[in-house]
């Protein structure tokens, strides 16, 4: 069997969910709970950063090692209960974009900042997990966006090189990473305007607006 001609990268957040709100809840529960404030811009500044950068960098709560992997954990716990109370929303388009991916034989792969659990929540509850042949989360790299580590890793799970793989993104950082990591990209304006994500190959408002019989959806050299 022929491999598939190119393969599919997936942010999470604000590509193929509008989790926006809960998330916005769940910083502001947390700096309730611990009396610590929030900086007025500290949601988009922080948006698709991992939590280890957001707390000492963004929020200034403190360096110490053990105690921003413990209010990580308390944030993305009380994000899942805001999820079980609310729901999320499949950004419009996404279901018709994945399944045409699906009959082609195209392979989708998800390169998050987020936890592992958040996205296996909205699997459940959103039925999605059938769409990804695989997940890299926060707690299987390294170093975060801008890095390409997580998209090198999505790569690999769905077995082709880079140059094969399109990121989609609705971050300037996860367009940096998918740039630096020798792959095209496709920039998501739901988060940014076009000019906010410079690098991209291509910019859609919604996932439907692309091909969908698997085609390759940027341009070639």
Request: proline share 8%; with cysteine; aromatic share 10%.
């Amino acid at each position: 069997m022929n491999p598939p001609a190119w393969a599919a990268l997936f942010d999470w957040d604000g590509v193929i969910i509008d989790s926006a709100k809960a998330h916005e809840i769940s910083w502001e529960r947390l700096s309730k709970e611990t009396g610590l404030p929030l900086p007025a811009d500290h949601f988009l500044r922080g948006f698709g950063k991992r939590n280890e950068v957001i707390f000492p960098e963004i929020l200034a709560w403190g360096t110490d090692p053990a105690q921003i992997k413990a209010w990580s954990l308390r944030k993305e716990a009380i994000y899942r209960d805001v999820v079980e109370e609310n729901g999320v929303v499949v950004l419009p388009g996404v279901r018709t974009y994945l399944q045409s991916l699906m009959d082609a034989g195209i392979p989708a792969v998800i390169g998050t900042s987020t936890q592992r659990d958040n996205v296996e929540l909205i699997f459940e509850i959103m039925d999605l997990r059938n769409f990804f042949c695989g997940v890299v989360s926060a707690e299987d790299v390294s170093y975060g966006k801008p890095d390409p580590e997580v998209f090198v890793k999505a790569a690999a799970i769905a077995e082709l090189p880079p140059e094969k793989c399109v990121v989609f993104e609705d971050a300037p950082y996860g367009i940096e990473a998918a740039v630096a990591g020798g792959m095209r990209s496709v920039g998501v304006l739901t988060t940014h305007e076009k000019q906010g994500l410079p690098g991209a190959d291509r910019w859609v408002d919604r996932l439907d607006e692309l091909p969908l019989d698997g085609q390759f959806p940027c341009c070639p050299d």
